[in-house]
């Protein structure tokens, strides 16, 4: 065999090897609406690869769109939801209005904010088991639940560059309808540990994939377009 096809064949066999060791955890649509009114949608995915670094590290992508308005939204953390990385960029029409980029340096969160011509940055050290939960972002609550169960949670806003402590409670069995179908779901409140108020109200699948949630402050209301695949018919 030639060192051409030899070379072809271990590219082939590499991204091959490369595919199999990425798995979609989650991936689909939600449906934004504030007050009963439709006002835009958010297509995420949320994968798992083993490739990156030991142990693990996940990926979570989505468009969130809002008439001519767009925020491009990227979060890379490590094994266990700690974010290593992350990026959005916020766009009217065609014009970038603005950008958030963070990085973790060890224990060191290193933030950046760009909003018209005025830059902004700031560096805080992260507490140990931090998690990332962006306001409008309802996919980051999968982070949330995977990763922040029995125990207070230092939750980073990066567009901010804030940080809250909150708790997580299971509130009991419950349902869900997803367009035609009524899916069996769990309802968790996320809670500030400080004042008790209401931060999140979400509900989930038994895998732990978010199927509607509501944001208490902004009135902001998720919910999927279609039922996670796979999903079991009741």
Known sequence: MSRVALALLASVFAASTALAQVAILDEGTFSHSV?????????????ATRAAAPGGSFVA???????????TIVLNTDSVGGPTRFQLEAREATRIVSSVVGERDRATWLGRVVSGERETGREFRLAEGTLIAEPGVAHHLWFVLRFGRDRPVVLLTPSASAVDTVLLRGMGQDSVQVGARILPARRWELRGLSD???????????????????HQESGLEALRDDPPAETPLR
């Open 196 to 214: 008790g108020a209401l931060r999140w109200e979400f509900w989930a699948d038994a895998s732990g994939r978010i199927l509607r949630a509501r």
């Open 61 to 71: 992508q989505a468009n969130v769109l809002e008439g001519e308005n767009r925020r």
């Open 35 to 47: 007050a009963g009114t439709r006002i835009g949608r958010e297509d995420f995915s949320v994968r």
